[in-house]
């Protein structure tokens, strides 16, 4: 089983990272499932919109709510996450590697991206995911101990690609 995952401090670092990480993939000419998220600053609010590319080629959906600055709490539109879960499921039966963003609330409570997580696993598929301090705790519960830590270092991640790739082949 070829699971990893990277942890990189600083608002929006790890999906910064793994969009580099999948565009790389994607040029090699990789089968790509999962999501990367863009994070858009915007001048009017305190906090960025959060956009997910459902991988390989998308849609781009939205996946937070404008609650307004004084707002505080969740933002995470549940239902387009959702439909990116729809997106991923099936992109999957194709997918020579899966990249989930960010292995989140929803993942740590069973749902989101979760289920398919464990299908790609169960399938062979390489999954790279990135966790954040505040979910890591839950992500070493449903990983079991078998998701390696990589260090966060475009070389060293596409190195372990490569030979999860190929040894998944």
């Not at 998220?37 to 906090?47: G, L």
């Not at 959060?50 to 239902?79: H, K, Y």
């Not at 475009?154 to 190929?166: D, L, Q, R, T």
Request: glycine share 8%; proline share 4%; with cysteine.
């Amino acid at each position: 089983m070829q699971f990893a995952y990277v942890s990189l401090p600083g608002r929006g670092a790890n999906d910064r990272f793994l969009a580099v990480i999948a565009a790389r993939l994607r040029a090699q000419g990789l089968r790509l499932a999962g999501t990367v998220q863009t994070n858009i600053e915007r001048s009017d609010r305190v906090r960025c919109d959060m956009d997910v590319l459902v991988l390989p080629d998308g849609p781009v959906l939205r996946i937070s709510e404008d609650r307004g600055n004084l707002a505080r709490g969740c933002r995470l539109d549940a239902d387009a996450l959702e439909r990116a879960v729809v997106g991923t499921a099936a992109a999957l039966p194709h997918a020579q590697f899966m990249i989930v963003n960010k292995f989140g609330k929803q993942e740590a409570d069973g749902r989101g991206l979760a289920p398919l997580i464990a299908e790609a696993l169960s399938r062979g598929i390489p999954v790279l995911l990135g966790v954040n301090g505040l979910n890591l705790a839950s992500f070493e519960t449903f990983s079991s101990g078998m998701a390696v830590q990589l260090q966060p270092e475009e070389a060293a991640v596409m190195n372990w690609c490569k030979i999860a790739i190929a040894e998944c082949v």
